[in-house]
């Protein structure tokens, strides 16, 4: 079940520039979550989504991140301005009532 | 604040070699442990959800238990394709999101 395609899968960008990540869930589910990766801290929450609509973004690091899911099948993750610390797979993850998550494979950012 | 703790960091195994990943962790209210396996530039791929002290899941060679204070993930007679690494997580009472450890990562020899 792969349930989620995520683009693009890589994206190298300048410190400064916007980036936008994008999420396409296939099936229905009714939770849509976005995670960081990195060596140094792990899997991170940033933002999840319940019916579209946003329920915890306390894991999102500042007011340069922002995100929208604006119907069932389309979510994004927006970073301006982007910075070098930014740089992570960013993973989009759908999941019901049951908990378990499904990912997509990742979107490997580097800010240089 | 929850908190998960896997360990070790890193395990070399020989292929048939038995052994046993450990997650701790600490949460006020459990709502689920749960197991994922995660292969190089690919996302977490579930395996098991385990919900109360004393159950345990199987697949294949994996079998997940659970305690009041941590889980164990145990490979008998492991294979080569077994190499990646295993990540835990946690869902306290009440809220919906997962709170990983930072994994551990398994290289199985043949």
Redesign the interface.
């Known amino acids: 079940d792969a349930g989620v395609i995520q683009s693009p899968r890589h994206e190298v960008t300048e410190m400064g520039q916007e980036v936008t990540l994008r999420c396409k869930p296939i099936s229905g589910h009714d939770y849509l979550f976005w995670y960081r990766q990195t060596m140094m801290r792990g899997l991170e929450l940033l933002i999840y989504f319940n019916n579209n609509v946003p329920i915890d973004d306390s894991g999102m690091p500042e007011d340069r991140f922002s995100a929208k899911m604006p119907n069932a099948s389309f979510s994004t993750l927006k970073i301006q301005p982007s910075e070098p610390r930014d740089s992570a797979v960013y993973f989009c993850a759908v999941g019901g009532r049951t908990g378990e998550l499904f990912f997509g494979e990742g979107s490997r950012l580097t800010v240089l | 604040e929850d908190q998960v703790t896997q360990s070790p960091e890193a395990l070399r195994l020989q292929e048939g070699e038995s052994s046993s990943l450990n997650c701790s962790y600490t949460v006020s209210g459990l709502?689920?442990l749960?197991w994922y396996r995660q292969d190089p530039?690919?996302?977490?791929?579930?395996l098991f959800?385990l919900y109360s002290a004393g159950e345990e899941k199987e697949k294949e060679r994996l079998k997940a238990t659970l305690t009041k204070k941590e889980s164990f993930l145990h490979i008998t007679a492991p294979k080569p394709e077994d190499s990646a690494t295993y990540?835990c997580?946690v869902?306290e009472t009440g809220f919906?999101?997962?709170?990983?450890?930072?994994?551990t990562r398994l290289l199985v020899s043949p």
């Open positions: 709502r689920g749960f530039g690919k996302g977490p791929e579930f959800t990540l997580a869902r919906q999101k997962l709170v990983f450890g930072t994994g």
